[in-house]
């Protein structure tokens, strides 16, 4: 199933392997750069049936770090959209882009908050820091939130206009969105706080806003935490829930990730521990998924979609170390993939 190609709206992927979305604090002003040409291009030139460019910051204060991504300027976009230039006339990958704000986990460097001279005010659904030693966030008001859901739309039209093929909203790890999913880091009690259907208010106006911009050429994901790790939080029932209104709301594949909203939430590391997740979500709310977490071997990620446990495979540590994965697990199960026509005398072996 590896090869087998899918289709999202009008997107035709030519396998199941995607590169994951992975910061790599690279940028100045949030503009990529000849780093990021190289690093996205040489995945595609591995086969890959979707690259996924990291997490991309939909206005200055939406990035983790002075030196992520940005996509809130026409300079920026335009940086990308030589990528995906690139990628559409050398391979036959398709290329997408997470659409992210990083909330209350902003202004950082090496996962420690830096400064406020030297970094920004962060901000949040509530007055809660990530750590307890760290500056409390601005909590938005109704006005703040509805600019935040614009920001994004901003975003997906710049995206659209360089020619990306997927779009995907981060709502995962404990950045913005996942803070007003979830119960512990919102406490509001207007209509975006409270219950579930408040709480997922906020993501729900962006995905409506960003399918504005979108068409059926351009598919729409999104990534959760399946699960944050601690009592009274968000869990995978929810996940199941949201999973089915975002089905409803013309999302086309939910990306299964979990973590990250909670400091010190312990997290049973292990191959492929997230994979349940994606099969209770696939399974129970009928919308495709992606699974993600740990999995590095070509026979692991087929028994993965083998058993249904999801229709994407997402890697990232493992595509870092081998930018040709694809390729390489073509060759073992003798199935056809892309290779680059430079490369012909190299694909099979004397």
């Not at 940086?79 to 690139?86: A, D, M, N, R, S």
């Given at each position: 199933m590896l090869y087998t190609p899918i289709t999202f709206r009008n997107v035709e992927l030519k396998n199941r392997w995607v590169m994951s979305p992975m910061c790599m604090y690279s940028c100045e002003n949030?503009?990529?750069?000849?780093?990021?040409?190289?690093?996205?291009?040489?995945?595609?030139?591995?086969?890959?049936?979707?690259?996924?460019?990291e997490a991309t910051g939909v206005e200055p204060r939406g990035r983790i770090t002075n030196h992520c991504m940005g996509i809130w300027n026409d300079e920026q976009a335009e940086?990308?959209?030589?990528?995906?230039?690139?990628i559409h006339e050398n391979s036959e990958s398709k290329i997408g882009i997470q659409l992210a704000h990083s909330g209350r986990k902003g202004s950082t460097w090496n996962n420690v908050q830096i400064p406020i001279e030297d970094g920004w005010e962060t901000i949040a659904p509530s007055g809660i820091p990530y750590h307890p030693t760290e500056r409390i966030p601005h909590?938005?008001?109704?006005?703040?939130?509805?600019?935040?859901?614009q920001n994004f739309k901003n975003a997906a039209r710049r995206a659209v206009k360089a020619g990306f093929n997927v779009i995907e909203i981060h709502g995962a790890h404990g950045y913005l969105v996942h803070q007003f999913l979830s119960p512990l880091s919102?406490?509001?009690t207007d209509e975006y706080g409270g219950s579930f259907e408040n709480r997922i208010r906020f993501l729900i106006e962006i995905v409506d806003a960003v399918n504005e911009e979108l068409n059926e050429n351009i598919a729409l994901f999104v990534r959760i935490s399946g699960t944050e790790y601690a009592?009274?939080?968000?869990?995978?029932?929810?996940?199941?829930?949201?999973?089915?209104?975002?089905?409803?709301?013309?999302?086309?594949?939910?990306?299964?990730?979990?973590?990250?909203?909670?400091?010190?939430?312990?997290?049973?590391?292990?191959?492929?521990y997230q994979v349940p997740f994606s099969s209770k979500v696939r399974n129970n709310a009928g919308v495709k998924t992606a699974a993600v977490g740990l999995i590095t071997e070509i026979n692991q990620a087929e028994e993965i979609l083998q058993k249904g446990d999801s229709d994407l495979i997402?890697?990232?540590?493992?595509?870092?170390?081998?930018?040709?994965?694809?390729?390489?697990?073509?060759?073992?199960?003798?199935?056809?993939?892309?290779?680059?026509?430079?490369?012909?005398r190299a694909k099979i072996s004397i």
């Open positions: 949030g503009l990529a750069n000849d780093f990021h040409f190289v690093h996205y291009g040489s995945r595609s030139q591995g086969g890959t049936g979707l690259i996924m460019v940086k990308l959209q030589k990528i995906v230039e690139f909590a938005l008001t109704v006005e703040e939130i509805e600019e935040q859901v919102n406490i509001r009592g009274n939080g968000w869990d995978i029932n929810d996940s199941v829930e949201l999973a089915k209104i975002l089905k409803n709301h013309s999302v086309d594949l939910v990306d299964v990730s979990s973590g990250g909203n909670i400091h010190g939430a312990k997290i049973p590391f292990h191959a492929g997402f890697i990232a540590r493992e595509i870092l170390r081998n930018p040709y994965i694809a390729v390489q697990g073509s060759f073992e199960m003798r199935e056809d993939c892309f290779f680059p026509y430079q490369y012909l």
